[in-house]
């Protein structure tokens, strides 16, 4: 009698309780979204900003209209469109870790793992951030002569 009663007052409060995954899932997207419609705004949340402040302000607008999420959707699909992309991608981290071409900030011969880009999902908030963080990682072979062969 007890499960019947927590159930039927599961059925009746439903609409007022969410999962909490899916309220954070619906959060970032907000976010993200208003980010990419109204990326102007971020000078507007410190009008007093002056120096290097508002320069650091000002390059973060700059990328904001760039659109990153959307220009690295766009990348991991033109790398993921086929088998033979995936393998290219693949057969060049492999090539460019054994002959010493991925470099780090420094000028440091870096080795890359040896994996995909990864493709956002809509329904798991967390997957935007580990497309870019696979974008970023795989940003050495990911670079503008790879992509002109695209």
């Not at 997207?29 to 980010?35: A, I, N, P, Q």
């Not at 780090?104 to 890359?112: F, N, P, S």
């Amino acid at each position: 009698m007890l499960i019947v009663s927590v159930y039927n007052s599961f059925l009746t409060n439903m609409c007022i309780y969410s999962c909490f995954p899916h309220v954070v899932n619906l959060a970032c997207k907000d976010v993200l979204e208003d980010l990419k419609e109204n990326p102007n705004k971020v000078l507007e949340t410190k009008p007093d900003a002056i120096g290097a402040e508002y320069d650091a302000l000002s390059s973060y607008e700059d990328t904001l209209l760039t659109d990153p999420v959307g220009s690295c959707r766009t990348l991991v699909s033109k790398l993921r469109v086929s088998d033979g992309r995936r393998h290219n991608l693949h057969d060049s981290i492999v090539r460019g870790n054994a002959s010493g071409a991925w470099k780090d900030q420094d000028g440091k011969a870096i080795k890359i793992r040896e994996v995909q880009l990864l493709r956002d999902c809509d329904t798991r908030w967390s997957s935007i951030y580990m497309m870019l963080q696979r974008v970023i990682e795989l940003y050495p072979v990911c670079s503008k002569p790879l992509l002109n062969s695209i």
